[in-house]
Structures are given as C-alpha cells and as structure tokens.
C-alpha cells in the first residue's frame, strides 16, 4: 500500500472518523487496517507509519552521513561529517566484555616485588649470567608450546596436547635445564618463570643446585619479554589455521575429527616456533622491557598496552 493511503486511514482513526470506510475506499484489506489502527492506539504512536519493513538485506551500519541528518532532523544541528566521523572514532565500541582494570599490578607489595626482581635482574647480568624466560602459548585442551627464550635466540621449546600441571612443568624444567648445561655451565644460568611457584623445588634438586631461580612478581608482563614473543607466535598460528582452514574441515575417512585437527596444530606449531622466535626479535623483546626497569626500580605505577 502507498504511504499517503496508509496515512488516511491513521489520520481517520485518531480523529474518530470511518477509519473502516477510509480503508475500503483505497483498497486497504480491513483485518490489516485494523491491526495498524490498534497499533498506534496501544502505543500511541499516530505520526509513524504503522508498516514494518518487510525483506531485503538493509545495511545495519551508521556511517557520518547518517548521523550527520539524525542531528539536523532531530536537533537541527547541522554538523560537519568530518566533526562527526573524529567524535565516534574517539569512542570505542565492542560487543566482547568489557576488561575492567583493577589496578593490582599497582599495589605497593607487587611493586616491591618487581623492584626486587630488577635488581636482581640487573646484579646477575653484571656478573654475566645468562637470563632466559620461560612461559607457555596456551592453556585448556589445544596444543600446549613451552618455550624458553634468551635475548639472543631459541633456547628450547616442546609441544604437547592435554594438561599441563606442576609436575608436568617440572619434568619440562629438568628437560630444558639439561639442554642448557651442555653449552652453558648452569653457574652462569638465570631462569626467569612466569611466576610459577612449584618450579622453585627442581632448583634444590643436585643436578640443578647451582642454576639461579629469578621469580617474576605477579601482574609484571611488561618485564617479561617472551610475552611479545608469544603475541606474534599467535598471530601467525591464527593466520595459518585460517589459510588451511578447507583443509581442516575436510576430514579423511577413518579418522577422528579430533585427531586430524591435532595434527595440523602440531605442523602449525613446528613450522612457525622457529620461524617466529628470531634472534632479532628476542633481541627487541628484550629491548622493550628495559623500558621499563627504571619505573620498577622507583615503585612507580606501571601503564597499560605501552
């Protein structure tokens, strides 16, 4: 039905007249005009067009055009779209929840711990001990990468599926304490774990007493450098799941769903532990943190995303 004819019939009801008449005069079924009549009196809504949309796709986006005629039609403020586009860029929008930030990493104890782990820090590399961090890529049920990086390559690395406890982790540091003594004497070894506190007890064991344990304080990923490591790792492994993602979905005859994709997790994972971890970018890891060892130093706050 034309708009025009639609609006006769709504002007008729709200003003007491033969809305009834009015429909049968435009060829307006009378079921329908009686909906859109008891409509608009429910919701005393006269003036909009009772009608829904009906089919196509529409475009759900409001770009600066729209809000530039919302703001002249409904304030009558006229605006430029280039004022509007910099106004919504400088708010964010997101459907994820929202990270509330507590601000633990800033309390006085937490500070005292990262103060302590600098110093630390900076005393073992004056006596030219070598400093390697340890952390993993995930948890839950995907591939599990452990890695152990120094500021200048790879020092060691294993992939697993499943859980990853503390005694599991222990057995990881025996194997990557073993691997390290070959070509450096554990006397001149610091490892640095992401606070996990159940690794301490390998550190007592004989074969492994004269390693140095430096334990990094909670809420301290800005002195981590394998945190930036482990954020470009992920990127490329999200980038070759997804160009194999065909590959993934089709699933050979006689073989599980669950083992076809744990084997391209695996591959993903052989092929790109190396080809991320870098010298040089262990080297910019490295780099980044000691940006940040003065504020831990003075106890100052530590920022966030920098």
């Known amino acids: 039905y034309e708009e025009a004819a639609v609006q006769r019939v709504m002007r008729a009801a709200r003003d007491d007249l033969d809305w009834r008449d009015v429909a049968r005069n435009n060829d307006i079924n009378l079921r329908t ?74 309390l006085p104890e937490n500070k005292i711990l990262r103060r302590d782990y600098i110093v630390d820090l900076l005393a073992f590399k004056s006596e030219g001990k070598r400093a390697v961090d340890k952390n993993t890529a995930s948890k839950g049920s995907n591939i599990h990468v452990i890695a152990c990086i120094s500021a200048d390559d790879l020092a060691y690395s294993e992939k697993r599926f499943g859980s990853f406890n503390s005694e599991k982790c222990n057995a990881f540091m ?94 993903a994972a052989d092929l790109l532990v190396r080809e991320a971890i870098t010298p040089y970018l262990c080297y910019q890891c490295t780099l980044h943190t000691m940006k940040f060892h003065a504020r831990a130093i003075q106890m100052k706050d530590m920022p966030v995303g920098e």
């Open 33 to 106: 005009a009686y909906r859109w009549v008891a409509a608009a009196r429910t919701n005393d809504a006269w003036e909009s067009s009772p009608r829904k949309p009906r089919g196509g796709r529409r475009n759900a986006k409001i770009t600066e055009e729209h809000v530039d005629y919302l703001l002249k039609a409904r304030f009558g403020l006229r605006v430029s779209r280039q004022c509007v586009k910099k106004h919504v860029d400088g708010r964010m929008y997101t459907m994820k929840q929202t990270h509330r930030d507590n601000n633990y990493r800033n």
């Open 174 to 267: 025996r194997r990557l304490l073993t691997r390290i003594k070959r070509p450096t004497p554990l006397g001149n070894v610091v490892l640095v774990p992401d606070n996990a506190p159940s690794i301490e007890e390998v550190f007592k064991e004989e074969a492994f007493v004269d390693a140095e344990f430096l334990r990094l304080g909670p809420y301290s990923p800005l002195l981590n450098p394998i945190e930036n490591w482990f954020s470009t790792f992920k990127s490329m492994m999200k980038r070759f799941l997804a160009r194999h993602r065909p590959g993934i979905l089709q699933v050979p005859p006689h073989r599980t769903i669950k083992a076809h994709r744990e084997e391209y997790l695996k591959m």
